[in-house]
């Protein structure tokens, strides 16, 4: 294997983790706040199926990222309302969402587009477009470094900048606002928080926002981006890919960086080399494919018992009189 392909192969696991890490910090505000979200898979088929809509309808990818971020959120409020204002199994809502997107995305695609539950592909400004990075052109010929930068680090969509900008910007505000502080609190002892004089219930829909957004620019960044258009069940378990990932990084962002890169970087060895020729043995096609999802059963199954969630995470907050 040469530079180049190493670089390609690179190339290929940013853009494909970018939604995951979109997701997988989405994940992190809710849990944090204690609202325990395995919805992300609806929200981010939901928004990708209103952005492709929207940027198909207007040929601009912009209007297609806010419709992707609005479905999102009203997913994401459907929850709050189920699990922070009626106290709802939060697991529960969450799978409600998860059945309700799937079957909605279907039926309105249908019903509106009459392509079997997908979209006209977007062409032009409907798509997000690729940035060249100043002097990648320039430095293209520099040995090592010029690859580097000009075919790995340069020539992303907007979103995928934003992605990896999330990462210290969501550290910051957890770990060096007063807002995060009250975030982490809510999801640890409610109760302080609600003694202190601040609302649980105002605290853990901020949070909820927050995780609808994010979701809404992963599911925006896979139909407009990633992809040219929505097609039925595109996030192909993304988000539990994500919420995977998630416990894997044991609710930290940088170590979220590195847990969706893990996931990109399968994939993207999977889309290489659909069969792996080792020498000794050629690993079949369908087991590189199921390579993430392998990943994220051994995930769930060797490490949910060792990474310690919020305390007062998936429990509703019932204020004393």
């Not at 059945?99 to 909605?104: E, K, N, T």
Request: aromatic share 10%; net charge positive; hydrophobic share 55%.
């Amino acid at each position: 294997m040469d530079f180049a392909t190493i670089i390609q192969i690179l190339d290929s696991a940013v853009r494909l983790m970018t939604p995951l890490l979109l997701a997988c910090l989405a994940g992190l505000y809710s849990e944090r706040a204690g609202v325990f979200d395995i919805g992300l898979e609806g929200k981010m088929l939901m928004a990708a199926f209103t952005a492709a809509s929207v940027a198909y309808a207007t040929g601009s990818a912009w209007l297609g990222l806010c419709a992707g971020v609005a479905g999102s959120l009203a997913l994401s409020l459907i929850h709050g309302l189920a699990s922070v204002t009626f106290r709802g199994n939060q697991l529960i809502s969450g799978v409600a969402i998860n059945f309700l997107a799937s079957g909605l995305t279907v039926l309105l695609g249908q019903k509106i587009f009459g392509l079997g539950g997908r979209t006209p592909s977007l062409t032009g400004q409907g798509r997000f477009g690729e940035i060249t990075l100043p002097f990648a052109n320039a430095l293209r010929d520099v040995p090592f470094i010029g690859p580097i930068y000009a075919d790995l680090i340069s020539g992303h969509s907007i979103l995928v900048y934003v992605a990896f900008l999330m990462v210290p910007l969501t550290w910051w505000v957890l770990f060096r606002t007063r807002f995060g502080l009250r975030l982490r609190a809510v999801g640890e002892n409610p109760a302080s928080v609600d003694t202190a004089g601040v609302s649980v219930t105002r605290l853990r829909f901020a949070a909820i926002a927050i995780c609808g957004i994010l979701c809404g620019m992963a599911g925006a960044y896979l139909a407009t981006g990633l992809s040219a258009g929505f097609v039925k069940e595109m996030t192909a378990g993304r988000g539990f890919i994500a919420l995977a990932a998630l416990i894997f990084a044991k609710w930290r962002p940088v170590s979220a960086l590195f847990a969706t890169f893990l996931f990109g970087l399968l994939e993207a060895i999977a889309n290489r080399y659909p069969n792996l020729d080792l020498g000794v043995i050629t690993i079949p096609s369908m087991f590189m494919n199921a390579l993430p999802y392998i990943l994220t059963v051994i995930i769930l199954a060797g490490f949910v018992g060792r990474a310690i969630p919020p305390r007062a995470g998936g429990e509703p907050y019932v204020k004393e009189r």
